[in-house]
DNA sequence: TGCCCAGAAGCAACGGATTTGCTTTAAGGT
DNA sequence: ACCTTAAAGCAAATCCGTTGCTTCTGGGCA
């Protein structure tokens, strides 16, 4: 949705707009694990019962917040030819999100999410840069896999071990699966 | 770890088994939703801030006891042949780990999991199921791949679609994952 | 333009969860 | 059998989360 679909220069969007703020300037201050929504309120200038009523409770709150972190500022640089765009798309991708601050906002985005819609809406984003990617390599008339060919072999791989197993986790990594995707079968479905 | 490293016989075992049969109880009854500290600790027979002091907080209890329940119970079944092994693995994976059920434990185990510990405790099953089914084809003498690929080819895109995309996730893509990863390259790593 | 209405925010009180200092118990080692 | 230490019990105080009700805002309609 995500849960705030409401028109701006309202009173609601005021209220969002601040609340989110709060959260923002509140994690860098006492950290995440000092958030509360009293503290998140009083900062807001709200009463508690506002944040509890609007998004249930600090964890979708959070939820929603760091969804908006994850969404990528930026579209893909072009290098030029797929594989090299793909490359350097991963390396940041896996930069962006293996940081302790990208891991704890992806466990945020997926903590706080009763019915996946914020999740989807991080692995829409990661699929959007990768279309993008392909379209430009397509347009140039290169061979290109598909979407989800690209999210299974890359996407999925990095993110399956930024979120269960750190250890091993690196730029060369990241640029293995690409080659591997790539020589493999640049067609893919 | 997980958090409990203590011997079998002493108080300490006792209560963290009497508390993790009460939540296990408790959420067959009330519901994940209704489990409360207090209420647990009830049904355990021990006073609430054991639990805290303990295990911190609920989430992190719930996700000591969705880790023991992600626990393979059975190591996998032979079939005669890695390509047969790893399908017939890669569906049950899936069966298990995308129903409701499933997906709550997951959630559980990544929910309460500070250091990332409980998490790669659920990576280290798959792993280990995994590694199982090679050795035995490498036995066999059948040319196969690494561990680690078939996590980045097959468990890894199945569990991020599991969180991240459920939808259009069924059998017949796991199938494809598995039948992709072999004849891509046999002895891949 | 000015009146209405629905939705959202404020307020306040209550119930229960969490925290914490101190005491007591029990396992394991000497 | 004693002693040490880690963990559990207990109880009080605090703070979070919930809820019914009131008040306010802003957009639609006459």
Same mark, same amino acid.
């Given at each position: 949705m995500s849960r705030q679909m409401v028109r701006p220069g309202g009173r609601?969007? $005021? #209220?969002?707009a601040s609340v989110h703020t709060a959260v923002r300037e509140l994690e860098a201050e006492v950290g995440r694990d000092g958030l509360t929504v009293p503290l998140i309120?009083?900062?807001?200038g709200v009463t508690p019962s506002t944040i509890y009523r609007r998004?249930? &409770?600090?964890?979708?709150? +959070?939820? %929603? #917040? @760091? #969804?908006? $972190? +994850?969404?990528?500022?930026? =579209?893909?640089? %072009?290098h030029g030819g797929l594989e090299s765009d793909l490359t350097a798309w991963a390396e940041q991708f896996l930069d962006e999100m293996a940081s302790p601050a990208g891991r704890a906002y *992806? $466990?945020?985005?997926? !903590?706080?999410?009763?019915?996946?819609s914020n999740a989807g809406q991080c692995s829409a984003? @990661?699929?959007?840069?990768? &279309? #993008? *990617? !392909? =379209?430009?390599?397509a347009g140039r008339g290169e061979d290109t896999p598909g979407v989800e060919t690209v999210v299974d072999h890359v996407v999925a791989p990095l993110m399956y071990r930024i !979120?269960?197993?750190p250890a091993g986790l690196d730029a060369a990594h990241a640029r293995g699966l690409v080659a591997e995707l790539l020589e493999g079968d640049a067609a893919g479905k």
């Amino acid at each position: 949705m995500s849960r705030q679909m409401v028109r701006p220069g309202g009173r609601s969007a $005021r #209220v969002q707009a601040s609340v989110h703020t709060a959260v923002r300037e509140l994690e860098a201050e006492v950290g995440r694990d000092g958030l509360t929504v009293p503290l998140i309120a009083q900062r807001a200038g709200v009463t508690p019962s506002t944040i509890y009523r609007r998004w249930g &409770d600090l964890a979708q709150l +959070l939820s %929603d #917040v @760091a #969804v908006e $972190r +994850l969404r990528p500022d930026a =579209t893909p640089q %072009d290098h030029g030819g797929l594989e090299s765009d793909l490359t350097a798309w991963a390396e940041q991708f896996l930069d962006e999100m293996a940081s302790p601050a990208g891991r704890a906002y *992806i $466990r945020d985005a997926l !903590l706080g999410d009763p019915d996946g819609s914020n999740a989807g809406q991080c692995s829409a984003y @990661a699929a959007d840069q990768v &279309d #993008v *990617i !392909l =379209t430009r390599a397509a347009g140039r008339g290169e061979d290109t896999p598909g979407v989800e060919t690209v999210v299974d072999h890359v996407v999925a791989p990095l993110m399956y071990r930024i !979120l269960f197993r750190p250890a091993g986790l690196d730029a060369a990594h990241a640029r293995g699966l690409v080659a591997e995707l790539l020589e493999g079968d640049a067609a893919g479905k």
